[in-house]
């Protein structure tokens, strides 16, 4: 089975980046109606497709994923009232973070599993930007991709359970001494369960990695717009955090290993 899938990545090489776009988007849609349906307490299985102005049910050709948008102009085709770009800008966006996943981790069926994790990230981050609050089915769906990934992993001897185990424990202890001392003012509850989740996936160095990458994106990030558009201290973490996952998912193991060569090396 994994030696179909390098050949189809070695003699198909554009049919398999064009595949995975395509799927990508296709996700992308679906993600957007999760965005939308996920805060509202809405079925994101159930209700068809439909404006979000008028409940016009959607028809198939206005459900292709980028390209509808673009020939509807943006526009609802019966109330004429304007669609958010956002459903475009989420659909490419988790068809590029797709294919960087692909470039980053081959063509193997654990890639799958790290691009419905990033897509479960981008979903975190758009509704924790918005709400404040990261959505508990969506930290038990990166859970359940956290246990998959555990399963291959301990069938390709590159990590132990024990060490998914402690990673998760870990972290998700660090982050709930973190929430109790600061009595909820830091870290919000849903912070500390995606942090269970990102320390099962990713094991406790790069667990830590991913941490540290978050502090260092939401600190930047979030004095530049202090400075910038004047907001506020209060700052939603999920975001940086569902960053500094990815970020360290995708590179973690490359990244620590060029820290400990050229600095914990130096220092002796």
Not at 95 to 106: C, E, M, N, R, S
Request: glycine share 8%.
């Amino acid at each position: 089975m994994f030696d179909m899938f390098e050949i189809l990545m070695e003699d198909y090489p554009i049919a398999v980046y064009a595949f995975t776009f395509i799927f990508g988007l296709c996700v992308g849609s679906f993600l957007n109606v999760c965005i939308y349906r996920i805060p509202e307490n809405q079925s994101i299985v159930v209700v068809p497709s439909h404006c979000m102005t008028c409940n016009k049910k959607l028809h198939w050709y206005e459900l292709i994923p980028l390209f509808s948008w673009i020939f509807l102009r943006g526009k609802c085709s019966g109330c004429k009232s304007k669609i958010s770009a956002q459903y475009p800008l989420i659909e490419t966006a988790n068809a590029v973070l797709w294919l960087i996943v692909l470039w980053a981790k081959g063509f193997s069926p654990d890639m799958f599993l790290y691009c419905a994790l990033v897509s479960a990230l981008l979903v975190i981050a758009i509704i924790d930007y918005r709400t404040k609050e990261i959505p508990n089915g969506l930290v038990a769906f990166c859970l359940a991709v956290s246990v998959l990934h555990a399963v291959v992993d301990s069938f390709a001897y590159t990590e132990t359970w024990l060490d998914h185990l402690l990673g998760g424990f870990v972290l998700g202890l660090i982050f709930f001494l973190v929430l109790f001392i600061s009595e909820g003012r830091a870290l919000g509850g849903g912070d500390v369960k995606l942090m269970f989740a990102v320390g099962f996936f990713l094991g406790i160095k790069a667990g830590v990695l991913s941490i540290f990458i978050a502090c260092l994106l939401g600190s930047v990030i979030h004095i530049a717009l202090m400075k910038i558009k004047h907001i506020g201290r209060e700052l939603a973490f999920g975001p940086y955090l569902a960053a500094g996952y990815a970020i360290s998912a995708l590179w973690g193991q490359q990244i620590l290993a060029w820290y400990f060569d050229k600095f914990i090396a130096l220092s002796f």
